[in-house]
């Protein structure tokens, strides 16, 4: 059974940074490309950042690109993701999430899911 629990979500003022940790259990960490997703009320979740098995290539979306990293520790069976520059509309639930493929960046090609972690950027 895939588990992956995210940590690191809070309140944070505009142009600060936070990192978030996602741990993944269940499943063989290596052979998965790890991405987050991230959601507001109303909204359908979006693509934030998905990161190669290897972790030698990243995807971003263009609204975070330059302000997000997202890294990996295959030892560790975790990926983070480090936000930093933080504005309010960085407000959401953001999503940890495994896929098999090597390159997916839509939701659809992601298998499993995290509860999610808030992330409030105040003004």
């Known amino acids: 059974q895939v588990q992956l629990v995210e940590s690191g979500g809070g309140l944070v003022q505009a142009g600060g940074s936070l990192r978030l940790s996602c741990t993944a259990s269940?499943?063989?960490?290596?052979?998965?490309?790890m991405g987050w997703f991230r959601q507001t009320p109303g909204k359908e979740r979006e693509f934030v950042a998905v990161?190669?098995?290897?972790?030698?290539?990243?995807y971003y979306a263009d609204s975070v690109k330059g302000r997000f990293t997202i890294s990996r520790d295959n030892a560790k069976n975790t990926v983070y993701l480090q936000m930093n520059s933080l504005k309010p509309e960085d407000t959401a639930v953001y999503y940890c999430?495994?896929?098999?493929?090597?390159?997916?960046?839509?939701?659809?090609?992601?298998?499993?899911w995290g509860q999610g972690t808030h992330v409030t950027v105040s003004s």
């Open positions: 269940g499943l063989t960490f290596s052979s998965y490309a």
């Open positions: 999430t495994a896929s098999a493929r090597l390159r997916p960046t839509k939701q659809a090609e992601f298998s499993s």
């Open positions: 990161i190669s098995r290897g972790g030698s290539s990243t």
